[in-house]
């Protein structure tokens, strides 16, 4: 999966769900594996400041609404501080 450079979080989530439902639920991914694992394709640094920590789903079979949150806080902070992302992944 190839993410343009400028992406919501929003965006990124939908592309992280159909890439699960198309590519990886089949092969036995969880959806925090194949989340993590595109988040170190399109983020790295980001990737590496969450993994082994609370936030690091990729041991989950699914994100609550809660972890999120969490998760798009520090994408947010990590993106510009937030600043509102126009297209898409």
Known sequence: MWFKDDCSYTDFIATVSIDYERLYKDG????????????WRKERILAEQIRGTELDPFYLDEISHEHHLKLEEKWNQHNDNGRSRQNNC
């Open 28 to 39: 036995g991914w969880r959806y925090g594996q194949t989340y993590f694992n595109l988040l």
